[in-house]
């Protein structure tokens, strides 16, 4: 099994900061790919940002230019560095990783319990 635990969520203004982390932990193998996701009250779950395994990050439209993903390979962890945040920005705040849990297995989603992070206008 893997785990995933986040943390970082908090209340904060407009125009804020927060900076979230994910640690993953257990039968691990590889990571492939780690993001973060995202889900406000009555709303789909979305994608934010993802941090491919040859290195490379893709973003969400609406998040583009004020949210940084980034990753520690050798520590199984990633992060999110939201600036500017906005109230629409208000959701809980999912990891996701795709773990090969041994070599050639096939990689699996893992996700975290969620964090919640919520901007005040």
């Known amino acids: 099994q893997v785990q995933l635990v986040e943390s970082g969520g908090d209340l904060v203004q407009a125009g804020g900061s927060l900076r979230l982390s994910c640690v993953a932990s257990?039968?691990?193998?590889?990571?492939?790919?780690m993001s973060w996701y995202r889900q406000a009250p009555g709303k789909q779950r979305e994608l934010v940002a993802r941090?491919?395994?040859?290195?490379?990050?893709i973003y969400a439209e609406s998040v583009k230019g004020r949210f940084t993903i980034s990753r520690d390979n050798a520590k199984n962890t990633v992060n999110l560095q939201m600036n500017s945040l906005k109230s629409e920005d208000t959701a809980v705040y999912y990891c996701?990783?795709?773990?090969?849990?041994?070599?050639?297995?096939?990689?699996?989603?893992?996700w975290g319990q969620g964090t919640q992070v919520t901007v005040s206008s």
């Open positions: 996701n990783a795709d773990v090969e849990s041994r070599k050639l297995s096939g990689a699996l989603p893992y």
């Open positions: 941090f491919t395994n040859s290195g490379s990050a």
């Open positions: 257990g039968n691990i193998f590889r990571i492939i790919t």
